[in-house]
């Protein structure tokens, strides 16, 4: 009996749909690039229960005869390509003729169309990849989708999908991408009855990164054009962060060649190479950039789901990209966009500029008035429960409260062997005696007769987050509590006026997820909207912090969240997050009586010496190597 057998053709589609079709943002990615190659000005999508239920797709563009919408759903059917000869020169999103009849074998299919010379337009009805039914119909010109129960009869594939949410952010994120590339095409997305993404069309590129970017990080960029010095047809056109970053932006980078949305190694690798000098490690800038390529120089084959692309001169790409954006970022030679356009509703507000920063009031930092009340500068002051040493055994609870993530390896003090817990006797106050402020961030004092230096941020920073935890694993013993009762342990401040914070659609469904595990910590949020949010408490110790600048943030580190057997690591990575935003800043300016304030509320208890996210936060110099430095012994 023979072992080899010919795959049904059933069988061979469905496993065609396997690569093409991951989930329901696959059948959105393939439905909107056929209808942007069909020359269409206007796409809309609908979709219902995160598209596995239904998914539309409603363009204006050229259409099908019936003749070639039937033969559309046959593998390998396509208009893009006639002769081998043309992979090579390929210029549509769509050209494998794999997408329909991969999307069909597992779906319930309406395709509406009608071309500009027909009469009437063709009604097709397919199940599970066989035509059901074909019948005239009076119709638009252009072409309307409907996929119905996707994965139903692929039970295996579909369990594996996500929530609802998840789902719609991919497909947002999938659409998002296309309408950045393609600025003279209007696109709309709604879910049900509610409108998620309406993007009309804008005249040039930079309406439309406006449109739908917003302000910022756009009103920080550069913008640069150019070709590459060989005259091997490479240009491009690029906007980027200008340096020193506002604020990290991994998830705000865009790459497009020929206009297909892309991941490359290759262009990132060229563009942070040309940020060498000018980002801190662990910065990530924002960028769009739009690659023009000979499309004889460029293979898109090379992933089944065209995602990923392969360059015939990669040396050349590199370099070209490199040093359009190293010109731009030394010499300024960058324009700055403006950020007069009608699309954005409100002026960009300018940083304040290094000596209005001394006082630091608002949003961005704390008054001195607010650090003293919350450090207790009045009070009796800590006690002196031992510097934390690394090589000192610990309890079992510390042990379990590390292993859960609380915070990160401490790195060795930088302190003689004498500086220990038993320099000061267990239960006498600390000897602590503020010095000053250097560079507007680093603190220096005198503690138990050794000289220390003290990063504020992020000294500031670990006392927050050890309040914050103490507070909600006090809630988290309290069994049967109601979450009203987590005020109890984390003191709350309700807003008078709430504040509306609005998030892109991705950033919004991952915040849903997390809304009830953030009142446990005291930010107490609700839904606005699809993607708009009212904040109306948040714990006391942060009211100066910048709610819309935490939750993206928020946002970004519970995205990239795996799945652990830890069930406490979101909860962990949201309080740091909240600890890293209500600190102090850099260039802030603290008083003496604030820096000791600080310096006690540090030292009270055993604080390890790391921020949450592993940064150290101080030095020491014991009087002994002072003295060795300067060869008094």
């Not at 999508?45 to 409603?58: A, H």
């Not at 993404?197 to 920080?220: N, S, Y």
């Not at 070709?227 to 906007?239: C, K, T």
Request: net charge negative; aromatic share 6%.
């Amino acid at each position: 009996m023979p072992k080899i057998n010919v795959l049904s053709e059933n069988l061979a589609n469905k496993i065609a749909a396997g690569e093409v079709v991951e989930r329901p943002a696959s059948v959105v990615k393939e439905l909107v690039e056929n209808a942007i190659d069909a020359k269409s000005q206007r796409i809309f999508v609908s979709i219902l229960e995160g598209g596995t239920r239904l998914i539309q797709v409603e363009d204006d563009g050229e259409g099908m005869e019936q003749e070639d919408a039937c033969l559309a759903f046959q593998r390998h059917a396509t208009s893009k390509v006639l002769e081998e000869e043309d992979l090579s020169s390929i210029m549509t999103l769509g050209f494998r003729g794999e997408a329909l009849p991969s999307i069909a074998s597992i779906s319930n299919i309406r395709l509406r169309t009608r071309t500009a010379e027909a009469l009437e337009g063709s009604d097709l009805s397919l199940g599970a990849g066989k035509i059901e039914s074909i019948k005239a119909a009076a119709l638009a010109q252009g072409s309307n989708f409907e996929i119905k129960d996707l994965f139903f009869n692929v039970p295996a594939r579909k369990k594996f999908l996500k929530s609802t949410q998840t789902e719609l952010s991919h497909i947002s994120g999938t659409l998002f991408q296309l309408a950045l590339s393609y600025p003279s095409i209007h696109f709309r997305l709604t879910h049900g009855a509610r409108r998620l993404l309406d993007c009309p069309r804008v005249p040039d590129l930079k309406a439309r990164i406006l449109q739908l970017i917003g302000r910022e990080p756009v009103a920080h960029c550069l913008q640069a054009e150019g070709q590459d010095m060989a005259g091997e047809g490479i240009s491009l056109r690029a906007f980027f962060s200008r340096p020193p970053l506002q604020r990290n932006y991994k998830k705000n980078q865009y790459l497009f060649v020929n206009q297909r949305p892309v991941r490359s190694p290759l262009l990132v690798h060229a563009i942070y190479d040309a940020y060498a000098s000018y980002l801190m490690k662990g910065e990530h800038p924002f960028f769009v950039l739009f690659l023009n390529i000979d499309p004889t120089r460029v293979d898109v084959n090379v992933h089944p789901a065209k995602r990923e692309i392969r360059f015939q001169n990669t040396d050349l790409v590199h370099q070209t990209v490199r040093r359009i954006f190293r010109e731009a970022l030394s010499s300024a030679g960058g324009v700055g966009l403006e950020v007069s356009d009608p699309l954005v509703s409100q002026p960009i507000e300018p940083l304040p500029s290094p000596s209005s920063r001394s006082r630091w009031r608002g949003r961005e930092g704390l008054s001195h008035e607010a650090l003293g009340s919350r450090l207790d500068v009045a009070g009796d002051g800590g006690k002196w429960l031992g510097w934390p040493n690394p090589t000192a055994s610990r309890s079992t609870s510390e042990e379990v409260k590390e292993s859960e993530g609380s915070y990160s390896e401490p790195l060795p003090l930088l302190a003689d062997a004498s500086f220990s817990p038993q320099t000061a006797p267990l239960g006498s106050t600390v000897l602590i005696r503020p010095i000053g402020q250097v560079y507007g961030t680093f603190l220096l004092a005198e503690v138990e007769g050794c000289l220390v230096i003290v990063d504020q941020h992020t000294a500031h920073e670990r006392v927050l987050y050890e309040s914050l935890l103490a507070g909600w694993r006090r809630f988290q013993e309290s069994e049967g509590q109601k979450i009203e009762a987590s005020s109890v342990f984390i003191e709350v401040q309700p807003l008078l006026f709430p504040q509306q914070v609005d998030l892109p659609l991705s950033r919004a469904g991952i915040l849903k997820d997390y809304l009830t595990r953030l009142e446990e910590v005291g930010l107490k949020i609700e839904p606005f909207g699809e993607t708009t949010f009212l904040v109306r408490a948040v714990p006391a110790l942060l009211t100066e912090m910048n709610l819309e600048s935490l939750l993206i943030d928020l946002t970004d580190e519970l995205s990239e969240l795996e799945v652990s057997s830890q069930m406490d690591q979101p909860m962990l990575k949201m309080i740091a997050s909240m600890a890293c935003h209500g600190a102090v800043r850099a260039h802030q300016t603290l008083a003496l009586p604030e820096i000791e304030a600080l310096l006690k509320k540090y030292f009270e208890k055993d604080t390890p010496p790391t921020c949450p996210h592993g940064r150290p936060i101080l030095l020491t110099y014991p009087l002994t190597e002072l003295e060795k430095l300067f060869r008094r012994r």
